[in-house]
T-cell receptor, first 113, second 109 residues
């Protein structure tokens, strides 16, 4: 079964706790992305990585951190510094450095209580 | 980054064609035009993309104006499963896609 896996689908955390969202892919894609979506809004880019051991900040990186130690995995940590972390988080991949289609995972809905 | 403008919502009757417009008057010569759609509580799905020429695939057609300042996504026969938010996006630099609010398409039976 190929594709992008995000787990869990729903996640609840208490305010002030760090939480790590998982994104795994078996598509052998080089590039991976994290987006945040708030209700009724479009997607906003948090971080992206075009190659292992390298990543860049997107438009709204504050309060988030990532790592890219393996090609298959790009976990996102939502830290306590993120002021409003409740949102729908989407991971995406793409094949290479040129203009290319992005493939999205099913998303994780994070609710901070 | 170049921006896109889309209507907030549109309605269509089932089995009729749908034309979803997008304005991108500040598009640069190297910007590709991408369309994605998103069903509720799901990740976006790629629909089609193009640079200058009109494009067709199994899902839709993309008509690009000669000056490239606007484009239209065409669904030839809308079905209830086509009800979604449709995003028109320009891909210009560092492979970042900037998603706006999109167009909510409602398909009426």
């Amino acid at each position: 079964d190929g594709g992008i896996t995000q787990s869990p689908k729903y996640l609840f955390r208490k305010e002030g706790q760090n939480v790590t969202l998982s994104c795994e892919q078996n598509l052998n894609h080089d590039a991976m992305y994290w987006y945040r979506q708030d209700p009724g809004q479009g997607l906003r880019l948090i971080y992206y990585s075009q190659i292992v051991n390298d990543f860049q900040k997107g438009d709204i990186a504050e309060g988030y951190s990532v790592s890219r130690e393996k090609k298959e995995s790009f976990p996102l940590t939502v830290t306590s510094a993120q002021k409003n972390p409740t949102a729908f988080y989407l991971c995406a991949t793409a094949t290479g450095p040129s203009t290319d289609t992005q493939y999205f995972g099913p998303g994780t809905r994070l609710t901070v209580l | 980054d170049a921006k896109t403008t889309q209507p907030n919502s549109m309605e269509s009757n089932e089995e009729e064609p749908v034309h979803l417009p997008c304005n991108h008057s500040t598009i640069s010569g190297t910007d590709y035009i991408h369309w994605y759609r998103q069903l509720p509580s799901q990740g976006p799905e790629y629909v089609i993309h193009g640079l200058t020429s009109n494009v067709n695939n199994r899902m839709a057609s993309l008509a690009i104006a000669e000056d490239r300042k606007s484009s239209t996504l065409i669904l030839h026969r809308a079905t209830l499963r086509d009800a979604a938010v449709y995003y028109c996006i320009l891909d210009g630099s560092a492979r970042q896609l900037t998603f706006g609010s999109g167009t909510q398409l409602t398909v009426l039976p």
